[in-house]
C-alpha cells in the first residue's frame, strides 16, 4: 500500500472527485491523504473527509506572478492552439468593444477598451512583452523571482507521499509547486486534466507533471502537439462528472421537473447574447407548427457567466414560451444572483441527466453542456455564429469543438437566419442511435467496461510501478 497526496485547489473538484466515487476504488487500496486550498468555499465539505490532513495558504504574490508568466506562455505559443488567441481575447475584454451603432460610437468604445487594456495585467502588455525580442529576458527575471509555496511544500515534505495527484485546469500556480516539490521530494506525480478544453485554451505546461490523464484521444493528440508530452506519459481516463452520462445508462426511463415537452437552452461562461436569442427562440416556437401547443424552452444559464455586452438578466415575464431552470429561480422569477461568480454554488451532477434527458432539443452557444446533451442521446444545435455583440463568438476559436459536427444528432448553426431551419430539424429528427454516437463521441471521451474509480486506480498501481 503506498500514500498518495490528493490536492484540491478549486470547489469544482471538490463537487468532481469527492461528491463522487471517483476516489472509492483508490482509497480502498492505498492509504489517501488530502490536501486543499485554504480559499475554498466548500472547506467544511473537505474538513469532513477521512484523510483530510490540512488546509495550504496561497501567496497571492507568487499566484499572480504564475499567472503573468502563464499568460505571456499562452501568447508566445499561440499558433500551437487558435485558442490561445481567444483567451489573450476574452482577457483583454475584446468581446467588449462594440460592433454595431454609429461609427462614433464605435471608436468611442476601441478606445475605452484600449485605455482599459493598457491598465489590464492580461491585456496589452502581454503580446508587448512575449514578442520574440523581449521575451527571453522577460522570462530569465520572471523564473528567477518565482520560488515554491513554501505551505505546500512544508505539507509535502510532512507526509512524505509516494504520489501526488492533483486535478487541475492546466492554468495552476500550485501544479507547478507540487511539482517541483514532488522532483525534490522522490515523489511521483499525476495531474488530472478535468475539463475538456483546458489542454489548448489555456497556456503551456513550462514544468511537467511525470504523468497526465486526459479526457480522450483528442486531449492526449493535445498534450503532444500543444505541450510536448511523450506519448508514454499521457493516459486516457475520462472524467468523473460524466459516469452518469454513459450510453448504457441512457436508456433506464427517468422523469423530470416538467410536465409539458421542453427544450433546453444553456448559456456560456463566455459572452454571448443570450436573452436576444432567447427572444427569437420564443418568436420561432409560438409561430413554427413544428413544435406542440405547451412546448417551452427552459433556459439554464451559466452560473459565471462574464461581462457582456448585452442585457443578462432572465425575467420570466418578458417570455411566452420561455422559463428559467428553476435551480436558478428566486421568488421575483429572475436568475438567480447568488449562483454568479459563487464558487459554493456548485450544483449537483445528479441533476443534470434528468434536465438533459428529458429535453426534446438542447440548444446553445459553444459550453460543454452540448457535448452533455451529445452523451445523452439528445438532437443539439450549436450556436457558431457571430452573435453581433461578441467578436470572439464564432466557432473559429474553439478547436477542442472541431469534429463535433460527426457526432449524431449535433449540428453547428452558423448563421442567425439559420437558427429557425435548425431547430425545426432537429426537433423532427430521428431518435439517435446509441452505437453510431458512441463511435463519435469517443474521440473526445474515453470510455470502457471499468467505472472511473478502477480506471484512476489501475492507473495509479501503473504509474507507482514505474522506475
Known amino acids: 500500500m503506498s500514500k498518495v497526496l490528493f490536492v484540491v485547489t478549486h470547489d469544482t473538484y471538490v463537487r468532481n472527485y469527492f461528491r463522487t466515487s471517483a476516489l472509492q476504488d483508490l482509497t480502498k487500496n492505498h492509504e489517501v491523504v488530502v490536501l486543499a486550498d485554504s480559499r475554498l468555499a466548500l472547506r467544511d465539505e473537505v474538513e469532513a473527509i477521512e484523510g483530510f ?49 454609429s461609427w462614433i460610437g464605435r471608436a468611442a ?65 500550485s501544479a507547478v509547486d507540487l511539482i517541483t516539490v514532488g522532483r525534490s521530494e522522490g515523489a511521483k506525480t499525476l495531474c488530472l486534466i478535468d475539463n475538456w478544453d483546458n489542454l489548448s485554451s489555456k497556456t503551456i505546461f513550462w514544468k511537467k507533471p511525470d504523468h497526465l490523464a486526459v479526457w480522450g484521444p483528442q486531449a492526449s493528440i493535445d498534450a503532444q502537439a500543444i505541450h510536448g508530452f511523450d506519448n508514454e506519459s499521457v493516459h486516457l481516463i475520462g472524467t ?25 437552452y444553456v448559456g456560456s461562461a463566455m459572452p454571448f447574447d443570450d436573452i436576444g436569442t432567447l427572444r427569437a427562440l420564443d418568436e420561432i416556437i409560438s409561430s413554427s407548427p413544428v413544435f406542440p401547443a405547451k412546448f417551452k424552452i427552459v433556459y439554464r444559464p451559466h452560473p459565471w457567466q462574464q461581462k457582456r455586452n448585452t442585457p443578462s438578466t432572465f425575467v420570466a415575464s418578458s417570455f411566452d414560451r420561455v422559463l428559467l431552470d428553476p435551480q436558478f429561480e428566486d421568488k421575483s422569477g429572475k436568475r438567480e444572483s447568488s449562483g454568479v461568480n459563487n464558487q459554493s454554488f456548485q450544483p449537483d451532477l445528479d441533476y443534470y441527466p434528468g434536465l438533459l434527458r428529458s429535453a426534446s432539443i438542447v440548444i446553445g452557444p459553444l459550453t460543454t453542456m452540448l457535448f452533455e446533451a451529445s452523451l445523452c442521446l439528445r438532437p ?33 448553426c452558423e448563421g442567425r ?32 467496461d471499468l467505472s472511473y474509480s478502477q480506471r484512476l486506480l489501475a492507473l495509479v498501481d501503473v504509474v507507482l510501478s514505474k522506475d
Not at 240 to 264: C, D, M, N, W
Not at 386 to 400: E, I, L, P, Q, V
Not at 431 to 445: G, K, Q, V
Open 109 to 173: 468604445s476601441f478606445l475605452r477598451w484600449f485605455v482599459a487594456a493598457c491598465l489590464n495585467p492580461r491585456g496589452l502588455r502581454i503580446p508587448l512583452l512575449a514578442n520574440s525580442v523581449s521575451f527571453p529576458l522577460v522570462e530569465k527575471i520572471i523564473r528567477m523571482k518565482l520560488r515554491t509555496n513554501r505551505s505546500i511544500e512544508q505539507f509535502v515534505v510532512r507526509e512524505k507521499p509516494d504520489l501526488i495527484l492533483f486535478p487541475s485546469s492546466a492554468f495552476d500556480p
Open 240 to 264: 468523473p462528472r460524466f459516469e452518469v452520462y454513459f450510453a448504457q445508462v441512457i436508456e433506464k426511463p427517468q422523469s423530470f421537473t416538467f410536465s409539458h415537452p421542453y427544450g433546453l
Open 380 to 412: 443539439v444545435v450549436a450556436l457558431s455564429y457571430f452573435d453581433g455583440y461578441h467578436a470572439n463568438t464564432a466557432k473559429r476559436y474553439f478547436s477542442h469543438f472541431e469534429g463535433m459536427q460527426a457526432v449524431p444528432g449535433f449540428e453547428f
Open 53 to 101: 490532513v490540512g488546509f495550504f495558504e496561497p501567496d497571492i504574490g507568487l499566484e499572480n506572478l504564475h499567472n503573468f508568466y502563464f499568460n505571456l506562455l499562452m501568447w508566445r505559443h499561440r499558433k500551437k492552439s487558435k485558442t490561445f488567441l481567444y483567451r489573450w481575447m476574452r482577457n483583454s475584454n475584446w468581446q467588449l468593444i462594440k460592433r454595431n451603432g
Open 417 to 448: 437566419e439559420d437558427l429557425r431551419s435548425a431547430i425545426e430539424r432537429g426537433i423532427r429528427s430521428q431518435p439517435i442511435d446509441r452505437l453510431a454516437s458512441n463511435r463519435e463521441t469517443s474521440r473526445f471521451l474515453y470510455q470502457d
